[in-house]
């Protein structure tokens, strides 16, 4: 027990474990530090029962998706933004441990009575996967499996090349990604409960056709989780009680 612990101190001071949204180094049993925890822009209840935004920021308007409901702990604004580019565009994988905390909070506070079967991380190409190095939704991915005690399953794969989802209309996502992505062959979905991964919803256009395909392979229910929400411009209030959310 002592070698243990001092081997601990000893990786604690060499490796210390960092702050995914600022990078500075944070205390072993958290992932987060102080001054960001107080300024994080959380998403608080009461939250649209489908796109898991704020009821005041909600723009889905009831719209029909292959997804059961997303949520994620942020707004896509402020450090998270910043973390989400940390982690995407500049090789902090570690921020990927500060998000998987907050988002597999989440899911346990809004889907406390669903039990997955996997988790599954939306894919990216295999061009991106070589020049990145990593797929940033594969890490988020592992972190709340591991936190929710059920297995990463790659049960999707990116067929084609698509232009960046980031900066394009609205009205022009959902083409973007249409038939870009197939089941991983090998990999038999059907009957499960899975949780779809990603680092950012904005339209949702990406994780609706990821649900598709998994729905389309026999999966029973896709549940999904994000590491952040971007606001739309379009704030109209869209949650009514009793609106269809399947």
Known sequence: MVIKSWI??????LFPRRCGFCGQ?????????ERCKEELPR???PLCSFCGRGKASCTCRGKRRHFQRCVSPFYYEGLAKRGILRLKLYGKTYAAVSFADAMAACVIREYGGVVFD????????TST????GYNQSRLLAS???ARLSCPVEEAL???SETAPQRGMPAAQRSGNVLGVF???EGHDVSGKTLLVVDDILTTGATLDECAKMLKLYGAREIYAVTGAAARLSDRTPACQKGENTV
Do not use: M, N
């Open 43 to 45: 998403i608080l209840p």
């Open 143 to 145: 972190g709340i499996a």
């Open 8 to 13: 601990g101190r000893a990786v604690d001071l």
């Open 118 to 125: 996997a988790v599954v991380p939306v894919p990216v190409s």
């Open 129 to 132: 996967l070589r020049d990145r």
């Open 182 to 184: 197939d089941r991983t």
């Open 157 to 159: 794969v990116k067929i």
């Open 25 to 33: 180094p944070v205390k072993a049993e958290t992932s987060v530090c």
